[in-house]
């Protein structure tokens, strides 16, 4: 019994242990779990870094900048020889590899070698060298170039195409003013060939600067080279289409989320991306179809899934896509650095949370690069010399927001201002409003015999208007100046200036002396009262980017004739608005200068016409966007022909001709018709509504 | 604290299970007096001796659970309220691994591992900074003469402070070591290298970031750091074009201690005292000749100022420059003048540039192949002047070259750039790690404006989401949203007036009254175009601006139950015209907002002016885009208020339009006698006084929650562009305009 008690205790003592383990190997986990936790989210988790509160030292002594004394050490011009020595090929930089005194003299001039005879260039290299030549960047004097362009087609550098230039390295070398590749530039789309495309272009480009298409990030040398995008021969020279967006519908998101079309390559360079697109389409809104079918031998590589892919490619429709797409993948071909498998597996994800409002910007965003820099050859081209020259011209470049918002950096020249401000594109992002005031220009070209000449008249109604700063008057007839007195006293200052040349297109010069953002373009024989300069100029406050002005002008196509044609017709809409009566920013007077070709400018000049209607072209070209009319149409110029000044040249029956030659003329050199219609005209909050014309501000304007 | 804590918990578990045992010996002990008595004393001690050994055990789990976790917290606990001397000693063998030099062709795709970043909801990257450790070789001497020094611990404290760090070293992107490297004349490169090697998680350096402000040493001064660091991410002051692996590495300024301890008055941008300073000391002969000859040639524009040479060296003659014995307090000077020179010294960062920027000075700098601080996001053209070296001698003429108005500006925008970017090391440890966090979740990125847009500018500016100029195609046409509550009589002529528009595209009625049904559909007018009724739960005026899926089109038309005023003509135009001005609110009735100057705030006004700020919603095109702006994001509570007052839902969507786009309203056509609009809200109010009263408290308290006054006030309004010309009416294309 007693011996069995004990067995008993033993036994219960022994469960009781158990029990305890047991109550214990479940409080360890427990534990540990709990310390894990606490080690996960912080022992101290307000003072993770102890933040020292010992008087510590700081990082430099005091005196560091004194013993460091660099007079001891070698010259900073001999510094920049040895830069110079050092930095050569693939680490060129424009320090290193760039002479910049050839740019110091005549500015940024660009030099195209002579098309040497036998030599074949593809319709690509050909656009690329006329949209050159025809800039106003071309000089055919070596002696003034700070760049120089090869005639030698260095476009496609990929072995086995058919348009791949031999011998190059002896031609390039054989050129008297190569100088190892100093101030030339290269342009390239295709380098390197199967199987392990190289960046490399079969040449020695010596210190040549490089625009090439796809560079990968080991190959760029940065802010030296300059990175192009990809374009085919179909490419237009000029001109362009715009974007293919239409419509900002809300919400933004269309048919697809994300596709993808095209080859999958199944092997080499380029195809683990290519290959790993299956595991994110989904067939329904992210659709990445590849096909096995590239080159001849592709059965060879056939894998499990080709039939599959090949059917499903098959089924859709590349266009469609493209258009009813929110998102388009990018993943890289055989050409191109390195992206990764895994990044191709998270853009859905990644792409679902973009918001709706960046989807929006970003799509707007894609079409002003679009329409800024990509649509022709010449865009491209231009914009790359335009980068190299804000290189050049280090401090008198262009800020990131010139590139990157409308107009964009071919229209926004940084050599007309450093400031933002100056220009007619910024105010709101800016958050600023142009300056309050105009500048009047009048373009004088009959001499003043009598004091009732409609300039006189034209001349004290606009003095009195409260936004005037000044008038100038450009003399542009052959007479000579009148005497100071002959004009009218006014309480503004009135600048006489003698024309350049008298030529028309001095009207547009961008003087000096107009110190205001407005400019109030004037004919001789126009007629305005001050209440309509008063309009005009509160209207162009809100549209500062915009023409804006009396008599408006209209075109067409004349399907016909194959042309575009003008009218001064009673239409029911207008695009363009005569610089006879018209507001426009002073920096269109700049722009009208420096951004025209001289060819164009020339024509005006000859003619002594159309000076209005390219100025139009140009200001559309700039904005995208029509003239603004303001208030009723009034008999004017063409329609009164011989009324007034008989010496007009409105007189002139060869006048209306010209100016439809204008037009094709202008709109050829831009390569598409820059201009737009409007159906509508601004008027006077109050104009003939039936109310006394005591309470209507600009009563006057209403009495014609 | 936290250690206090922490010992107290453990205290308490001790006694609680403490408690636990009493009871369960107490249980047993309540159970005791029917054992007890059969039981004999021997068997008692057994039994003590067996609760004994239980209790004991009990202890020991606890302990042994406790105990370490105990001593390793507290031996933290130490290290982080003592002094550096606390850190662990680390001896490093002579033969531990030295990384390799930093790999030139770096980039974040190559050689950082954005997987460990993963894809998270909030877009941040986590930052893990290692605790701190004492170098020393195998003599016991330090790596680094200074140590951890006053500014790394700032920066170090600031991250870890901030949203980026972690101290989970498992879930972090990115490791900041605690080795401080900012100054390589303080380091001994061999040694400081095996160190960085010798990290628990280096890896080669992957997914690592060093902090460096000076870089190179005697005698030819890398700009980079010399140190090597296998693929580590270098946040470098100094980069040459050479160095900067563009897309990798960071370019960070070199922080100026007296940031810290000098307050600089504020300074409007303006014309100041002098036109160039140059104030650095260590200038080298050559370049010192130069501006010697240009101060020669423009005389008092130019104040060149050196280091005083009477007085002794030390932290006091930091803040003094002499010119011919005339001492000047620096950097106050700075303030005197519109451009400062910032040249390059031994090397190509100088802390002087920050003090330059500090004081609203714009900097001129010289320092040919430098990448300037932070230049992969922030813009310099608009904050400084870049002149090449060897320009010099034509500093003067490039800068009279620039307008006023730029030079204010650039004085503006280079004091912003220090406040944000520069001010202390912080704020260059947070933007640090912004760039990269930038780098790694690029559709989260901030964008240039957030980069570089001063608050003020911010403030004022205005970027408009429908910023591309472009004019729709008409073949959409638009979407009529009428909104009613029971007029049915009124509503079908609407409908029947507007479905005559050749645009219409689709009717959409808003059927507001829940206690009513519709009309069946057979009794609707029969119309050329889809027309859909939409029944609300609430009556809610807002509910007029949700963007329905059933309103495809871009252009809405938002219109009463009442306005039969409208001609086809008029209604037409004003699709043309919201064509041309698919950003605005484009409509019929206009109003203005004015300034009462006796009562001292906004007033509402109907009668007819010369002026427009507002256009009314009772007939109006605009985008579904400010539909969704207005239901999704209206500022503060006017939506609520709106709703609750019954009223105003268009002076809203005025203040919103306007305050997106910066741009007023287009009134088309000339004014109609409409039957007062505004009281034709929903339950036909009445015309009185106290609806144009509570109209003047929709703009103060609209202007006051948008914190300005967006409305912008013009004089024009559109009309066709032959109207009212002596022209045949039938030729025109908007006849029909403006007849009562």
Redesign the interface.
């Known amino acids: 019994m007693q011996a069995k ?1 004990r067995y008993l ?1 033993l036994l219960s ?1 022994g469960a ?2 158990a029990l ?1 383990f047991y109550l ?1 190997g479940v ?2 986990p427990a ?1 540990r779990r709990s ?1 894990q936790d606490r ?2 989210s ?3 988790p307000e ?8 008087p ?5 002594p ?5 013993t ?4 001891l ?1 070698i ?3 001999q510094k ?1 020889d040895v ?1 110079r020595s050092v ?1 050569r090929g693939k ?1 060129c ?1 424009m ?1 290193s590899c760039f002479d ?1 005194s050839l740019c110091q003299k005549n500015g940024f001039k660009v030099y195209v070698y002579p098309q040497q005879k036998g030599e074949k260039i593809s319709e690509s290299y050909q656009n690329i060298l006329s949209t050159i030549e025809g800039s106003r960047f071309y000089t055919s004097d070596p002696g003034q170039a700070c760049l120089f362009v090869l005639s030698l087609d260095t476009l496609d550098r990929d072995q086995l195409s058919p348009q791949y230039v031999h011998n190059l390295k002896t031609k390039v070398q054989s050129l008297p003013l190569w100088n190892d590749g100093r101030n030339h530039l290269i342009f390239n789309l295709y380098s390197g060939t199967w199987p392990d495309y190289t960046e490399d272009l079969g040449f020695d480009i010596g210190q040549a600067m490089l625009a090439k298409a796809s560079i990968g ?2 190959n760029f040398r ?2 030296f080279d300059v990175s192009i995008p990809l374009f085919s021969k179909e490419h237009p020279r000029t001109g362009g289409e715009r974007g293919f ?7 933004p998101f269309r048919k697809y989320m994300l596709v993808f079309k095209g080859k999958r390559y199944l092997t080499g360079i380029g195809s683990d991306t290519r290959n790993a697109l299956y595991h994110v389409h989904n067939a329904e809104d992210v659709v990445l179809l590849t096909t096995c079918k590239h080159g001849k031998d592709w059965q060879k590589h056939k894998d499990a899934r080709c039939d599959k892919d090949n059917a499903e490619y098959d089924k859709y429709d590349y266009k469609e896509m493209l258009h009813n797409s929110t998102f388009c993948l990018v993943p890289r071909g055989r050409r191109l ?4 498998f ?2 191709a597996l ?1 853009i859905p ?2 792409v679902r ?2 918001h ?3 989807i ?2 970003l799509r ?1 965003q894609t ?2 690069l679009w329409e800024a820099y990509f649509s022709s050859v010449e865009k491209i081209v231009l914009t790359t010399l335009e980068i190299i020259q804000d290189r050049v011209l ?2 008198g ?5 010139m590139w ?3 107009p964009g950096g071919l229209f926004a020249l940084p050599q007309y ?6 220009f007619p594109f910024y105010y ?5 409003k142009p300056y309050p005031k105009f500048t009047a220009v009048i373009h004088a070209v009959s001499p003043l015999v009598s004091q009732s000449q409609p300039i006189l008249k034209l001349l004290v109604a606009v003095a009195k208007s409260q936004y005037c700063a000044q008038i100038i008057v450009l003399w542009n007839c052959d007479k000579p100046l009148p005497a100071k007195h002959r004009w009218p006293a006014t309480s503004v200052p009135v600048i006489v200036i003698e024309g350049e040349n008298k030529v028309m297109s001095s009207r547009f010069l961008p003087y000096e002396t107009i110190v205001t953002d407005a400019v109030l373009s004037l004919d001789e024989d126009t007629v305005l009262s001050t209440t309509e300069v008063d ?1 005009a100029f ?2 162009w406050q ?1 549209f500062p980017e915009r023409i804006v002005g009396y008599p ?1 002008r209209s075109h067409f196509w004349d399907s016909n004739k194959e042309r575009w044609g003008y009218t001064s017709k ?5 695009s363009m608005v005569l610089t006879g009566a018209a507001m426009f920013h002073r920096y269109y007077h700049y722009l009208y200068t420096h951004y025209l070709p001289t060819s164009l400018k020339n024509m005006v000049d000859q003619l002594a016409n159309c000076e209005d209607i390219l100025m139009n072209f140009l200001v559309s070209a700039v ?4 003239p603004i ?2 208030t ?2 009034k008999q004017y110029k063409e329609t009164m022909m011989g009324q007034s000044s008989r010496a007009s040249r409105w007189a002139d029956p060869d006048h209306f001709a010209q100016r439809q030659t204008c037009m094709n003329k202008f709109a050829s050199w831009f390569g598409a018709m820059p201009l ?1 219609h ?12 039936q ?1 006394s014309i005591l ?4 009563r006057d304007i209403e009495r014609l | 604290m936290k250690h206090l804590n922490r010992r107290s918990f453990f205290c308490s578990f001790l006694s609680d299970g403490g408690a636990s045992v009493m009871y369960a010996s107490g249980k047993y002990s309540s159970r005791g007096p029917a054992l007890i008595p059969r039981m004999k004393t021997k068997h008692r001690i057994y039994y003590i001796a067996l609760f004994s050994v239980v209790l004991l055990g009990l202890i020991a789990t606890g302990m042994f659970q406790f105990w370490p976790h105990s001593i390793e917290s507290s031996a933290e606990w130490t290290l982080e309220k003592g002094s550096v001397h606390d850190a662990p000693l680390i001896r490093l063998p002579a033969s531990s691994p030295i990384p390799e030099r930093g790999d030139l062709s770096c980039r974040m795709h190559t050689c950082f591992d954005v997987y460990r970043c993963g894809y998270n909801p909030k877009n941040k990257i986590k930052v893990y900074i290692y605790p701190l450790q004492r170098f020393v070789d195998e003599f016991g001497v330090p790596i680094s003469s200074t140590g951890l020094s006053r500014e790394y611990n700032d920066l170090l404290s600031a991250i870890s402070d901030s949203d980026f760090y972690t101290d989970d070293v498992t879930r972090a992107c990115l490791f900041i070591p605690s080795i401080d490297v900012l100054n390589q004349n303080s380091l001994r490169i061999r040694e400081t290298a095996q160190a960085l090697a010798m990290l628990p998680r280096w890896d080669k350096g992957m997914n690592h970031l060093l902090f460096n402000m000076l870089p190179g040493g005697p005698p030819d001064y890398n700009t980079a750091l010399d140190v090597p660091r296998d693929r580590a991410l270098l946040a470098g002051g100094g980069f040459s074009t050479w160095t900067y692996r563009q897309g990798y590495d960071v370019s960070i300024p070199v922080y100026s201690p007296l940031s810290a301890d000098v307050m600089l008055p504020e300074r409007q941008p303006g014309p100041r005292r002098y036109f160039i300073l140059s104030s650095q000391t260590a200038i080298h002969r050559e370049y010192r000749a130069e501006l010697e000859r240009l101060k020669e040639e423009n005389g008092e524009a130019l104040l060149l100022l050196d280091k005083c040479s009477n007085l002794s060296q030390g932290a006091a003659s930091a803040r003094k420059r002499c010119y011919k014995g005339q001492v000047y307090d620096y950097p106050q000077i700075l303030q005197e003048s519109s451009f400062c020179v910032v040249l390059r010294g031994a090397r190509l960062g100088q802390a002087a540039l920050s003090d330059v920027l500090q004081a609203g000075c714009v900097p001129v700098i010289l320092a040919d192949s430098y990448i300037l601080p932070f230049s992969e996001v922030l813009d310099w053209k608009r904050a400084s002047v870049v002149i090449p070296e060897e320009k010099l001698s034509e500093m003067y003429t490039i800068l009279k070259s620039i307008p006023h108005r730029q030079v204010e500006e650039m004085q503006r925008q280079a004091h912003w750039f220090w406040e944000a970017y520069f001010s202390s090391m912080k704020a260059i440890g947070l933007t640090t790690l912004q760039i990269v966090n930038d780098r790694i979740y690029p559709y989260a990125a901030r964008t240039y404006e957030q980069w570089n847009n001063p608050p003020v500018v911010k403030w004022s500016s205005v970027n408009s989401p429908l910023f591309l100029p472009l004019i729709p195609p008409r073949a959409p046409g638009f979407t009529a949203v009428v909104l009613t509550y029971d007029r049915v009589e009124s509503l079908f002529r609407v409908i029947t007036e507007i479905s005559k528009v050749p645009s219409l595209a689709k009717l959409l009625v808003v059927w507001n009254n829940q206690n009513k049904s519709p009309p069946e559909e057979s009794l609707w007018p029969k119309v050329g175009v889809p027309l859909k009724v939409v029944r609300t739960k609430e009556n809610k005026l807002s509910n007029r601006f949700f963007p329905y899926d059933e309103i495809e089109t871009e252009a809405v038309l938002a219109i009463d139950d009442d306005i039969i005023m409208l001609t086809s003509d008029e209604l037409q135009f004003g699709y043309e015209v919201w064509r041309e001005f698919p950003d605005r609110l484009v409509g019929y009735p206009g109003r203005l907002h004015l300034w009462d100057h006796e009562m001292g705030k906004w007033k509402y006004e109907s009668e007819w002016t010369n002026e427009v700020s507002m256009v009314l919603t009772g007939a109006a095109f605009y985008h579904k885009y400010f539909n969704y702006l207005y239901t999704y994001k209206m500022p503060g509570d006017i939506k609520n208020w709106v709703d609750a007052h019954m009223n105003c839902e268009d002076i809203a969507m005025n203040f919103l339009v306007a305050n997106i786009t910066g741009k007023a309203p287009i009134k088309v056509t000339p004014r109609k006698k409409f039957k007062c609009p505004e009281c034709t809200a929903i339950d036909g109010l009445s015309l009185d006084q106290t609806h144009m009263v509570e109209r003047s408290e929709c703009i103060n308290k609209f202007a006051s929650v948008f914190g300005t006054m967006p409305l912008k006030v013009v004089e024009h309004r559109a009309d066709p562009v032959l109207y009212k010309d002596d022209f045949p009416e039938k030729l025109k294309s908007f006849p029909n305009i403006g007849s009562l």
């Open positions: 008690k205790i003592a009781c242990l305890l214990g409080e360890l534990a310390r080690s996960r912080g022992y101290r003072q993770p870094w102890p933040h020292y509160s010992d510590l030292h700081g990082f430099v005091w005196d560091q900048t004194d460091e004394d660099y007079n050490h010259s900073a011009r920049r830069n930095y680490r930089r320090d910049f990030a080991e940065p802010r967006l239409k419509y900002n519908t809300i919400p650095g390195s992206f990764r895994l990044e998270q994800t990644t949370s973009i709706q409002d960046k929006l910007s707007q079409q002003f280090e401090h470049s262009r800020s990131s927001l990157n918002s409308h201002s450093g400031y933002l401000g100056d709101a992002t800016l958050g600023i309009f509160t209207v809100s408006a009673w239409t029911n809409d207008y904005t995208k966007l029509p009319k303001i009723q149409k737009v409007s159906q509508m005209r601004l008027d006077p909050v109050l104009f003939k509504d109310v309470r209507k501000k600009y």
